[in-house]
Each structure stands twice: as structure tokens, then as C-alpha cells.
């Protein structure tokens, strides 16, 4: 294949695996991708993908197209860096939204070299549990946790969040059983399932946060048990995960932009260098130690 579009598709579908994720990530339709990936089936003589309950998986021939579309990205993803690091449009303020815990435990080295690489870009975080809604001009980039999005917003779908249950290393020894306490939230609209799904769901709240970056510091300080993202439990070597805890995928994990917004250099940069800092931390994300 000469044509990039054609390898940005077979990437697309195999990141995805769905037409209307391959659709979202391409900034075009679930049927034209169903179409185009005809198409190119049909001038290879050759299944690329097949289709799988719940979606689409490349075929062993399809795997050797993608291993070969990979080293055409990197070569033009590190070209258009190249051409965008040399432009005067990489100037100016950024504002970039994301979760506070992905702030502050994933990706606040990485912020600060993109600050480095770009000096002229005045990079500006919105860190809230709250996300700044693009379509009201609140951010240009935002990475978000979601099991649906907006069909317009234009991006790259990444991984999936993966919780655990923790305590410090000495609790569960130094506590008896009967005085142990789950540390919870408050409001239980995002993950009411939470105590069910615990290795201990007949252990009692003792303490409730509303919001989870203190739930994780009462877990470190040894109030209690709780839950927490695997990227912030994982890294923590005073933290263990409790006895029958497993990592559960929640939501996936999005890098996106409004489409009036792709294909400013600035965001493009941005984005491009958020989606390799997250896909390089992808084990850590899902909780695969």
C-alpha cells in the first residue's frame, strides 16, 4: 500500500476495534470506514479483519499490515513534530482538561517537558473532576473517561481505567478484623457497584469523601480500606492491594479536540504528545503489574 490513509485506517480499526470508534477516530463515518475497509479487502485479495463479537479483529495477514502502518505513523508522526516544532504557530495559550488524579499522579512530568519542548506555548491545565465542555470553547484539548461520547468531538480512544481495592501495608496486619472500615465516597452515581464488587463487601464504611484524591490519601494515612485509580494505588510502595482484589476496566480513556480545533498545530502537537505519554503508561493505567 502507497497510500497513508489506508494505513491510518487499518491503525484505526485495530485501536478501536469498531467501525464507529475507527469512525470517531478518523473524523469521518461508521460507513464510510465500513466501506473504505471493503475496498481495501477487496485490492488485497485478502481479509484484513475479521468481524468478532462486538466488533472487528485484525486476521494474522491484517496483524502484518498493522505492524507495517505502525512504522509509517512513527515515521510521520515524528516528521510532522519536526515541521510543527519549526512553526510560529506553536504559539500562544493552550488549555488542556483533565481528571485531577491524572494531573497530579500520571502526567505532571509529562506536562512539564512539553512545557520545556514548547516554550512559546503557555500551556494552561483545568484539573476537575468536572470537565471543561470544548464545545463551549472551555478547553482545546481534553482527556476524559467516558463509556459514550459526543459523536462530533474528534480523537483517540486509548485504554480502559482500571480501579483496585487498597490498604497500607500494615493495616489489614495491625487492625483487627472486626474494627476494619472501607473509606467511600459519598455519592455513589458513578460506581454504585463499588462494595459488591470488593473482595470484602461485608466490611462497614467507616468514612466518606466526596471526592477521590482524598479517599487515596486516608488509604495511605491508614484510615481504612478503599478504592483507587491503578496508576495512583500501583505506584505507591506503602500501598498493597487487598487479598481476592483484582483490577476492574472501567471506562475508556479518551484524548479529543473539537473538530474546529484538529487541525491547529498547536493541538495537534499537544494531542499527539498526550497519546504517546498515556499509551506508553497503558499496563499502569489498566492495573496490569
Same mark, same amino acid.
Given at each position: 500500500?502507497?497510500?497513508?490513509?489506508?494505513?491510518?485506517?487499518?491503525?484505526?480499526?485495530?485501536?478501536?476495534?469498531t467501525?464507529?470508534?475507527?469512525?470517531?477516530?478518523?473524523?469521518?463515518?461508521?460507513?464510510t470506514?465500513?466501506?473504505?475497509?471493503?475496498?481495501?479487502?477487496?485490492?488485497?485479495?485478502a481479509?484484513?479483519?475479521?468481524?468478532?463479537?462486538?466488533?472487528?479483529?485484525?486476521?494474522?495477514?491484517?496483524?502484518?499490515?498493522?505492524?507495517?502502518?505502525?512504522?509509517?505513523?512513527?515515521? =510521520?508522526?515524528?516528521? $510532522?513534530?519536526?515541521?510543527?516544532?519549526?512553526?510560529? /504557530?506553536? +504559539?500562544?495559550?493552550?488549555?488542556?482538561?483533565? #481528571?485531577?488524579?491524572?494531573?497530579?499522579?500520571?502526567?505532571v512530568?509529562?506536562?512539564?517537558?512539553?512545557?520545556?519542548?514548547?516554550?512559546?506555548?503557555?500551556?494552561?491545565?483545568?484539573?476537575?473532576?468536572?470537565?471543561a465542555?470544548?464545545?463551549?470553547?472551555?478547553?482545546?484539548?481534553?482527556?476524559?473517561?467516558?463509556?459514550?461520547?459526543?459523536?462530533?468531538?474528534?480523537?483517540?480512544?486509548?485504554?480502559?481505567?482500571?480501579?483496585?481495592?487498597?490498604?497500607?501495608?500494615?493495616?489489614?496486619?495491625?487492625?483487627?478484623?472486626?474494627?476494619?472500615?472501607? =473509606?467511600?465516597?459519598? $455519592?455513589?452515581?458513578?460506581?454504585?457497584?463499588?462494595? /459488591?464488587? +470488593?473482595?470484602?463487601?461485608?466490611?462497614?464504611? #467507616?468514612?466518606?469523601?466526596d471526592?477521590?484524591?482524598?479517599?487515596?490519601?486516608?488509604?495511605?494515612?491508614?484510615?481504612?480500606?478503599?478504592?483507587?485509580?491503578c496508576?495512583?494505588?500501583?505506584?505507591?510502595?506503602?500501598?498493597?492491594?487487598?487479598?481476592?482484589?483484582s483490577?476492574?476496566?472501567?471506562?475508556?480513556?479518551?484524548?479529543?479536540?473539537?473538530?474546529?480545533?484538529?487541525?491547529?498545530?498547536?493541538?495537534?502537537?499537544?494531542?499527539?504528545?498526550?497519546?504517546?505519554?498515556?499509551?506508553?503508561?497503558?499496563?499502569?493505567?489498566?492495573?496490569?503489574?
Open positions: 500500500m502507497n497510500d497513508w490513509n489506508d494505513y491510518a485506517l487499518i491503525l484505526a480499526l485495530h485501536r478501536t476495534g467501525l464507529r470508534g475507527a469512525a470517531i477516530s478518523l473524523g469521518t463515518t461508521h460507513t470506514v465500513a466501506r473504505r475497509l471493503a475496498i481495501l479487502e477487496k485490492q488485497r485479495k481479509d484484513v479483519f475479521e468481524k468478532i463479537p462486538g466488533g472487528y479483529r485484525a486476521t494474522p495477514f491484517g496483524e502484518q499490515l498493522v505492524a507495517t502502518a505502525k512504522k509509517v505513523e512513527d515515521v =510521520i508522526m515524528a516528521s $510532522e513534530r519536526f515541521a510543527c516544532s519549526n512553526s510560529d /504557530a506553536l +504559539s500562544g495559550p493552550i488549555t488542556l482538561s483533565l #481528571g485531577e488524579p491524572m494531573s497530579q499522579f500520571l502526567l512530568k509529562e506536562l512539564g517537558e512539553f512545557s520545556r519542548l514548547y516554550p512559546n506555548i503557555n500551556l494552561r491545565i483545568k484539573s476537575s473532576t468536572a470537565f465542555d470544548i464545545d463551549k470553547g472551555e478547553a482545546d484539548v481534553v482527556i476524559r473517561g467516558a463509556y459514550k461520547l459526543p459523536d462530533h468531538l474528534i480523537g483517540r480512544r486509548l485504554c480502559k481505567l482500571g480501579l483496585c481495592f487498597y490498604a497500607h501495608k500494615d493495616y489489614c496486619s495491625n487492625v483487627g478484623h472486626e474494627d476494619w472500615r472501607w =473509606i467511600a465516597p459519598i $455519592e455513589n452515581e458513578v460506581w454504585p457497584e463499588w462494595l /459488591a464488587e +470488593s473482595p470484602l463487601p461485608d466490611v462497614p464504611i #467507616g468514612i466518606a469523601f471526592d477521590i484524591i482524598s479517599r487515596y490519601h486516608a488509604i495511605v494515612q491508614g484510615v481504612g480500606m478503599g478504592r483507587a485509580a496508576f495512583m494505588g500501583d505506584t505507591n510502595p506503602d500501598l498493597v492491594r487487598l487479598e481476592g482484589s483490577p476492574i476496566l472501567k471506562y475508556d480513556i479518551w484524548v479529543l479536540t473539537h473538530p474546529d480545533l484538529h487541525h491547529q498545530p498547536k493541538v495537534k502537537l499537544l494531542m499527539q504528545f498526550l497519546i504517546d505519554a498515556l499509551l506508553k503508561k497503558k499496563p499502569l493505567i489498566e492495573g496490569h503489574q
